[in-house]
């Protein structure tokens, strides 16, 4: 796996990362469901509570490249995205992946 991690400063800063690997698997990382973890109603009502996140002093953009990669149990191969932070808006274009014997090609937007 391969970081790259490149912060500009002077008048306009700005963030710039890329994430190269062969294969990532995320759920080795993902914690186990618990005992006592919430419950339907309580995660719902948690849900709904406001979350700003944070405010970051910078734009951030970046690309991520996966040969293999492993989320919850789903297996994803060539993984390709490109992505910006700016103004707490998260943007995401392209987005390729090969899954199961297809492929998927996104944009998505978040604000």
């Not at 009502?45 to 789903?74: I, Q, W």
């Not at 707490?88 to 392209?94: C, D």
């Amino acid at each position: 796996m391969k970081l790259n991690v490149v912060a500009e400063n002077g008048p306009s800063p700005s963030l710039k990362l890329t994430l190269s690997a062969d294969a990532l698997d995320l759920d080795r990382y993902i914690p186990k469901a618990q005992a006592g973890a919430q419950t339907a109603p309580q995660a719902k009502e948690a849900a709904r509570a406001p979350n700003k996140g944070p405010d970051l002093p910078m734009p951030v953009t970046g690309s991520v490249g996966v040969g293999t990669l492993k989320v919850a149990k789903l297996t994803m191969k060539n993984v390709d995205m490109k992505f910006s932070l700016k103004n707490n808006r998260l943007e995401v274009s392209p987005l390729q992946m090969g899954l199961y014997q297809g492929s998927l090609k996104a944009t998505a937007g978040v604000d």
